[in-house]
């Protein structure tokens, strides 16, 4: 038993890895599928699908192109925003994998510092804060700890000394009636 839950606490060796690059010459998403040396790899490929912005969704056909190497690529026709490739069923072989592809008015324009500056007042924020103050809380606390453990503990007792007594309540009920 020990053994088994051991086992099953300590972290598992991913089966597969996945990487997504955006090829921008083709408006596509090109993904790579490798299966690990210790994995058995699948007699079919799964199907694979691209879930993005707008309800955006398509098949990605993904083929074998080695030994334990599986590639696929699929137009995206220039959208921009979360990505997800995922298999219809789960597989540790071929993980889900994301991207992320900005907007171009951030490649183009960057952002407004003006803007970010007068929120960051208008919100009680700082704007472009060095590393260190980051997490400071500037003198402003916030409890929120909460200790659940001791009214939990309590609240075990009575309930399993709730269960003790209806049990030998009913045991002491069918004695006192002569049945059993």
Known sequence: FWTNLLRDLLPHAQAGEALVEYDSAG????????????????????????FGPGGF????????????????????GGRQGLFRLRPVEESRVFPEIGIYLPEAELNDYGSDDALLRRLSQFTGGRFQPAAGQVFDPGGRKMSYNLRLWPGLLALAIVLNLAELILRKWRGILDAFHGTK
């Open 27 to 50: 408006d596509a998403l090109s993904v790579e599928y490798r299966v690990a040396r210790e994995a058995d790899e699948p007699e079919q490929t799964p199907d694979i699908f691209v």
């Open 57 to 76: 969704e398509r098949p990605v056909p993904v083929t074998k192109i080695a030994g334990g190497v599986f590639r696929g690529r699929v137009a995206v």
